[in-house]
T-cell receptor, first 117, second 114 residues
Framework: GAVVSQHPSRVICKSGTSVKIECRSL??????MFWYRQFPKQSLMLMAT?????????EQGVEKDKFLINHASLTLSTLTVTSAHPEDSSFYIC?????????????FGPGTRLTVL | GDSVTQMEGPVTLSEEAFLTINCTYT??????LFWYVQYPGEGLQLLLK?????DKGSNKGFEATYRKETTSFHLEKGSVQVSDSAVYFC?????????????FGPGTRLSVLP
């Protein structure tokens, strides 16, 4: 099966710093990657859709300048939380879209837990 | 827009009990349907899926049947184990373009007691 990794799995930072989260498709090329945010005991909320080589598409209410997304290659997308604040503390999950011969599907990474002090 | 509704949790069962978690959806066209499971502190894992009406997805003793007439995709398991304790998410994805995002239900937390 397809594997998607995220790094780091857990990060703690001080308020005001920036944090970069990587999402990699390890054994397939992903033309599209998605970034989700999950608050405690809640469902996943889509933040943005990232297409390789083009600008990300952000969902309504998500600040583009705060959550910078770069999809530099077919196997890597990064999410940078700039000037992080405690309210940005959350579980961030990426997924990668793989087109297959019979069915298309998305594969999810294991998530990154961000804690901003 | 598309949406997914799940039964509210938490659901608490004794080991070997029968499990049903209801899921209904609203969507244009004919979406594919999924159940994902999230264990404590981990990301989402695909549990099972169905891509067309009357399809039954199954995995690890869990089953769900795509019911177009009732727009439902209820998750069932005949005998739950303590290790099944997790949060279960029902989700849909537009058939015509998997490049679009998933729509997730709110999740149902299951606790299985020994």
């Amino acid at each position: 099966g397809a594997v998607v990794s995220q790094h780091p799995s857990r990060v703690i930072c001080k308020s005001g710093t920036s944090v970069k989260i990587e999402c990699r498709s390890l054994d397939f090329q992903a033309t599209t990657m998605f970034w989700y945010r999950q608050f405690p005991k809640q469902s996943l909320m889509l933040m943005a859709t990232s297409n390789e080589g083009s600008k990300a598409t952000y969902e309504q209410g998500v600040e583009k300048d705060k959550f910078l997304i770069n999809h530099a290659s077919l196997t890597l997308s990064t999410l940078t939380v700039t000037s992080a604040h405690p309210e940005d503390s959350s579980f961030y999950i990426c997924s990668a879209y793989k087109r297959r011969t019979s069915t298309d599907t998305q594969y999810f990474g294991p998530g990154t837990r961000l804690t901003v002090l | 827009g598309d949406s997914v509704t799940q039964m509210e949790g938490p659901v608490t069962l004794s080991e070997e009990a029968f499990l049903t978690i209801n899921c209904t959806y609203t969507a244009t066209g004919y979406p594919s349907l999924f159940w994902y499971v999230q264990y404590p502190g981990e990301g989402l894992q695909l549990l099972l899926k169905a891509t067309k009406a009357d399809d039954k997805g199954s995995n690890k003793g869990f089953e769900a049947t795509y019911r177009k007439e009732t727009t439902s995709f209820h998750l069932e398991k005949g005998s739950v184990q303590v290790s099944d304790s997790a949060v279960y998410f029902c989700a849909l994805s537009p058939r015509d373009n998997y490049g679009q995002n998933f729509v997730f239900g709110p999740g149902t937390r299951l606790s299985v007691l020994p």
